[in-house]
């Protein structure tokens, strides 16, 4: 079936690590993304990888995948209360782009 | 200067009405999408075209019927609308249709049907 499932909830004590799991059920999907939504706003692309790929570091951002379990990760280092939104998961599968129910990560002081 | 436009924000109408949400992109893209984001926050393919032409047309009721008078614009128009229609509908676009697509996404339109 088409399914990404993703944890709900994540709190984070700001300037530690965020760690985001997903996994998704496609295992011929390309391409895996994660996408960022703000309050009152629209997904915003955050960072994608290619399924050949096992990591990809962009700045504070590490995606890992394992694409046996078919598993995807995303860790924010030194997670910042501007990081704090919902978090999508996102897989093209079955010739569309299938999102997780997101994860919504709350940084506290 | 917004990439995604779609109006309008906020929606509020009567169980039976029927209402219209407009979105335009000026980014030069192909393929433009609607989505459908209940109160979990899940998000849910509605349509897809590219090129004013429909390709994903998602299990929704005919009561919805996405235009595509050109392909910087994509409406969706809402016949007789119910509870369960409530929610917040997002637009978005891509370069083109293909399995590397980054979407944009406009701000949503919230929808409350009372």
């Known amino acids: 079936g088409e399914d990404v499932e993703q944890s709900l909830f994540l709190s984070v004590r700001e300037g530690d690590s965020s760690v985001i799991n997903c996994t998704y059920t496609?295992?011929?999907?390309?391409?895996l993304y994660w996408y960022k939504q703000e309050p009152g706003a629209g997904l915003q692309l955050l960072t994608y990888?290619?399924?050949?790929?096992d990591m990809k570091q962009d700045q504070r951002l590490t995606v890992l995948l394992n694409k046996k379990d078919k598993h995807l990760s995303l860790r924010i280092a030194d997670t910042q209360t501007g990081d704090s939104a919902i978090y999508f998961c996102?897989?093209?599968?079955?010739?569309?782009?299938?999102f997780g129910a997101g994860t919504r990560l709350a940084v506290h002081p | 200067d917004t990439a995604v436009s779609q109006t309008p924000k906020y929606l509020v109408t009567q169980m039976g009405n029927d209402k219209s949400i407009k979105c335009e992109q000026n980014?030069?893209?192909?393929?433009m999408y609607w989505y459908k984001q209940d109160s979990k926050k899940f998000l849910k393919i509605m349509f897809s075209?590219?090129?004013?032409?429909?390709?994903i047309n998602e299990t929704v009721p005919n009561r919805f019927s996405p235009k595509s008078p050109d392909k910087a614009h994509l409406n969706l128009h809402i016949n007789s609308l119910e509870l369960g229609d409530s929610a917040v509908y997002f637009c978005?676009?891509?370069?083109?249709?293909?399995?590397?697509?980054?979407?944009?996404f406009g701000s949503g339109t919230q929808l409350s049907v009372l």
């Open positions: 496609d295992s011929s999907s390309t391409y």
């Open positions: 980014l030069g893209h192909d393929t």
């Open positions: 996102a897989e093209y599968g079955y010739n569309k782009l299938i």
């Open positions: 990888i290619f399924s050949n790929m």
């Open positions: 978005a676009s891509s370069q083109e249709y293909s399995n590397n697509e980054k979407l944009f």
């Open positions: 075209y590219n090129n004013k032409e429909l390709i």
